[in-house]
Nanobody, 115 residues
Framework: QVQLVESGGGSVQPGGSLRLSCVAS????????IGWYRQAPGNQREWVAT???????SYVDSVKGRFTISRDNSKSTVYLQMNSLKPEDTAVYFC?????????WGKGTLVTVSS
């Protein structure tokens, strides 16, 4: 059974940094795309970044230059390094994997950016 478990969320001041992690189990991690979504209070879930199995990386415009996605296939883990955080980055961040026509999600980790 595929499981995705996020960690690393917390509260930071504007301009601060956080590093999120997502550990996957139950799948051959390296052969699938993986990424992050986020959902702010009252908003729909929003795609943030993807690291494809071919190594192609893409970001939503609002985080380009501030966030970096990376993966360690030996640890079945994807990371999201978030720098220069803004209050509008406040959200629950979800790890996401599309696998053979199905979509798997973690339970999310809360990031709060506030002074």
């Amino acid at each position: 059974q595929v499981q995705l478990v996020e960690s690393g969320g917390g509260s930071v001041q504007p301009g601060g940094s956080l590093r999120l992690s997502c550990v996957a189990s139950g799948i051959a991690f390296s052969i699938y795309d993986i990424g992050w979504y986020r959902q702010a209070p009252g908003n729909q879930r929003e795609w943030v970044a993807t690291d494809s199995r071919e190594g192609r990386i893409s970001y939503v415009d609002s985080v380009k230059g501030r966030f970096t996605i990376s993966r360690d296939n030996s640890k079945s883990t994807v990371y999201l390094q978030m720098n220069s955080l803004k209050p509008e980055d406040t959200a629950v961040y979800f790890c996401w994997m599309p696998i053979r026509g199905m979509t798997f999600w973690g339970k999310g980790t809360l990031v709060t950016v506030s002074s």
